[in-house]
């Protein structure tokens, strides 16, 4: 049973960084497709980014590219989520996700963005950007 542990959340004012952490513990991700999604008060879930931990190949939400970064350490079998220039709309709560398979980039690039794709989830944690 994969468990997911994010970490790194806070509280930070608008135009500064965060970086968010996800460890993994009872299986390695060198198989495996991590996300982040990220839920606001009121919102639907929503998508950040992810990576194929296989490939490398990254995918990000249009809302975010350019200002958030997803890398792994596979020493470490932890994701990160580096956030620059960040937004009071981009306060919520984080949650890694992992997915139990590498696949190619078509599969990849079709079914990263969905929540539902994910097997495993992490409890989240918060951000908040204040203005």
């Known amino acids: 049973q994969v468990q997911l542990v994010e970490s790194g959340g806070g509280l930070v004012q608008a135009g500064g960084s965060l970086r968010l952490s996800c460890a993994a513990s009872?299986?390695?991700?060198?198989?495996?497709?991590l996300g982040w999604f990220r839920q606001a008060p009121g919102k639907e879930r929503e998508f950040v980014a992810a990576?194929?931990?296989?490939?490398?190949?990254?995918y990000y939400a249009d809302s975010v590219k350019g200002r958030l970064t997803i890398s792994r350490d596979n020493a470490k079998n932890t994701v990160y989520l580096q956030m620059y220039s960040l937004k009071p709309e981009d306060t919520a709560v984080y949650y890694c996700?992992?997915?139990?398979?590498?696949?190619?980039?078509?599969?990849?690039?079709?079914?990263?963005?969905?929540?539902?794709?994910?097997?495993?989830w992490g409890q989240g944690t918060q951000v908040t950007v204040s203005s």
């Open positions: 996700a992992a997915h139990a398979n590498s696949p190619g980039s078509r599969q990849f690039y079709l079914n990263a963005r969905q929540a539902v794709w994910y097997d495993y």
């Open positions: 009872g299986n390695t991700f060198s198989s495996y497709t």
């Open positions: 990576i194929n931990w296989s490939t490398g190949s990254t």
